[in-house]
Nanobody
């Protein structure tokens, strides 16, 4: 299984970005799809997850600003990020969990700075 994340970049505080994660297999295969991030000098942390039953869960600092969604036809998971803050600066990784394993994408860098 391969996950290809894209959409990162440099954005000013208050701006928006949409991250995409293209999965090489049908996303129906996975129990959970998610986005994680790792800021410099910090541990990787969960940002948002989406279950096969369409239940979502968000980390406290991003609630109300970020939205995780999926396009089953395109085997793609998205993370819409609004009202970005400097503390959102990190490498963002997509993740998928299936009965047979856990898979990670390569990461995409998001930098929020004026």
């Amino acid at each position: 299984v391969q996950l290809q994340a894209s959409g990162g970049g440099l954005v000013q505080p208050g701006g928006s970005l949409r991250l995409s994660c293209k999965v090489s297999e049908s996303i129906f295969s996975f129990n959970v799809l998610g986005w994680y991030r790792q800021a410099p000098g910090k541990q990787r942390e969960m940002v948002a997850i989406l279950t096969s039953g369409s239940v979502t869960n968000y980390a406290g600092p991003v609630k109300g600003r970020f939205t995780i969604s999926r396009d089953n036809a395109r085997n793609t998971v998205y993370l819409q990020m609004n009202n970005l803050k400097p503390e959102d600066t990190a490498v963002y990784y997509c993740n998928s969990v299936a009965l047979v394993g856990v898979y990670w994408g390569q990461g995409t860098l998001v930098t929020v700075s004026s």
